[in-house]
């Protein structure tokens, strides 16, 4: 990691997949009727422990004194104003989306469509928060629709894309805290 605030940075960015990713997971397993008893306690099990160890890497890096760095501020507040830009236009865009599937009558495709969108939103992130495997989180995530997309059943490939989702994120967000563990300068 760069600086301590990147690393932060990077730890909060985990905690939001994490709490994306959960979404995707309980939302997808809720409306499959044939869901197993204990998928959904599982899911949110596995999005507890992600942010308790989320919190954990954000307290181990408190620890760290951070170096006032003017440039590095500067540099975090454009990738602030940023990410703003490119999440507006994210949620415009699935918006869009899903208005004009659902006027066609393929509401079915809307969460497919909501996922290439969301994949292809962390192509620009990966060099915005210089977080290369955000590159294949979104590489991933497309695949993982496109692949989904040749299910016929309307219903199992939503279940696939959905889980396909929130495993992506998730992973991410492992592989995120395996990537920022602190270490203190000797």
């Known amino acids: 990691m760069s600086t301590v605030a990147h690393a932060r940075g990077v730890i909060a960015g985990a905690a939001i997949l994490t709490l994306f990713g959960a979404v995707w997971c309980i939302l997808a397993l809720a409306l ?3 869901h197993p008893i204990w998928s959904i306690p599982a899911g949110i099990v596995v999005a507890i422990v992600l ?3 989320c919190l954990q ?3 181990s890096w408190r ?3 951070s170096i006032d760095d003017p440039i590095a501020a500067a540099k975090g507040k454009r990738a602030g104003m940023w990410f703003g830009i490119i999440f507006t236009a994210e949620g415009l865009l699935i918006g869009l989306a899903a208005g004009l599937l659902n006027h066609l009558g393929l509401g079915d495709w809307i969460p497919i469509a909501a996922a290439v969108i969301i994949g292809l939103h962390f192509l620009p992130l990966a060099r915005l928060f210089e977080v290369p495997l955000y590159y294949w989180t979104g590489a991933l995530s497309l ?4 692949a989904s997309s040749l299910i016929p059943d309307s219903g199992t490939r939503t279940l696939c894309a959905s889980l396909i989702m929130a495993a992506i994120l998730w992973l991410t967000a492992a592989l995120l ?3 920022t563990h602190p270490t203190q300068p000797a």
């Open 32 to 34: 499959w009727h044939a």
């Open 51 to 53: 942010i308790t160890l």
């Open 57 to 59: 890497r954000l307290i």
């Open 63 to 65: 620890k760290i004194p």
């Open 143 to 146: 695949l993982g629709m496109i």
């Open 177 to 179: 805290l395996v990537k």
